[in-house]
């Protein structure tokens, strides 16, 4: 997912820089009236964003004989909605473009919209989707977080086709060429991480009740007393 | 053992399982190179030159000491969240008794 350093085009670099820097601005906002509104979010917030920090620094190997790197997106977008994890992606991506020279400045637009938006929105509408047609909290994790990693990789399957498109077939015959790179050894991270967000989500659902209960995710056990605090 | 422990055994044996298969079949003829990296070798090898260089590029030994710094300051954050998040729920008696399985 992290195209690297100077590997797009200007034009390409500059424009998905402005594509996704409302949305970090925004996730920004999201963040501070989080932690400001409910500070007992605070915890929370950081768990999510902790959770991408440590997935995306891990290098896992596939049944395509390559590697790639989980995303850990999805449960921060399931719990806080996708902006937040606009900002917090974007956190992790330029930690690893200025000290781990993986990704890069110039791609930083690029990889934040794919890492840190889509994927997350991805992820948030799966889940979102999984449990309105009436499956249970970790069918639903599972769909979300499998489906952020997934997505963000074929948006960036997407983002260098239109970079480089195939010389014959091209922007489908490209986007099939880096498709075919990284999303086959993709699908097994993807179901990898599922699997990891629904252990995570077991831990939540026992030990942070209250919490998932005020951010929706859980429906509160007791209904609650009318004409309680406000 | 309870179910929920058999479950979450069960979650743990399969994630290890995903990766550790790939491995085992491989049986080690594949390099598991990184997909980002593959990817910029064939624009490379198409004749593509990147126009701008890492700010800052450690050395491959200092480089997989970041990614394990990184990691574990992940790890370590997530660790400090859910063993409060546990001490929490442990060491106050629940606020409504029985609350949830009425």
Same mark, same amino acid.
């Given at each position: 997912m992290h195209i690297a350093? &100077?590997?797009?085009?200007a034009g390409h670099a500059a424009g998905w820089t402005i594509a996704a820097a409302p949305f970090v601005v925004h996730g920004a906002r999201a963040v501070v009236r989080e932690v400001r509104e409910n500070p007992g979010s605070t915890l929370l917030l950081g768990a999510a964003g902790a959770f991408t920090f440590v997935l995306s620094a891990v290098k896992l190997p596939s049944v395509t004989g390559s590697s790639s790197h989980p995303t850990g997106t999805g449960p921060g977008a399931i719990l806080f909605r996708p902006p937040v994890m606009a900002l917090l992606g974007t956190v992790v991506l330029l930690f690893q473009a200025l000290l781990?020279?993986? &990704?890069g400045l110039t791609t930083l637009g690029a990889n934040a919209f794919a890492f840190a938006v889509v994927g997350p929105w991805t992820g948030y509408a799966a889940y979102r989707l999984t449990r309105a047609a009436g499956a249970g909290l970790m069918p639903a994790v599972f769909a979300g977080v499998a489906l952020a990693d997934l997505a963000t990789y074929v948006t960036t399957s997407f983002q260098l086709a239109l970079a480089?498109?195939?010389?014959?077939?091209g922007l489908v015959g490209g986007l099939l060429k880096f498709l075919g790179v990284f999303a086959v050894t993709q699908i097994p991270l993807a179901i990898g991480e599922g699997l990891l967000g629904v252990l995570l989500f077991r831990v939540l659902t026992v030990n942070a009740r209250p919490e998932l209960e005020r951010l929706g995710v859980l429906k509160p056990a007791e209904p609650v007393t009318p004409g309680g605090a406000a | 053992m309870t179910r929920r422990t058999l479950v979450t055994a069960l979650l743990v044996l399969a994630v290890v399982a995903l990766f550790a298969v790939p491995l085992l079949v491989d049986g080690g003829t594949s390099e598991f190179g990184g997909t980002d990296a593959a990817v910029t070798e064939e624009l490379e090898a198409d004749g593509y030159t990147p126009w701008f260089e890492s700010v800052f590029s450690p050395a491959g030994e200092v480089e997989s000491g970041l990614f394990a710094l990184q990691a574990a300051l992940g790890a370590g954050a997530l660790g400090y969240v859910l063993g409060l998040l546990r001490g929490r729920r442990t060491s106050v008696? @629940?606020?409504? @008794?029985?609350a949830g399985e009425r």
């Open positions: 350093e &100077g590997f797009l085009p781990l020279a993986h &990704g480089f498109p195939d010389a014959e077939s | 008696p @629940a606020p409504a @008794a029985g």
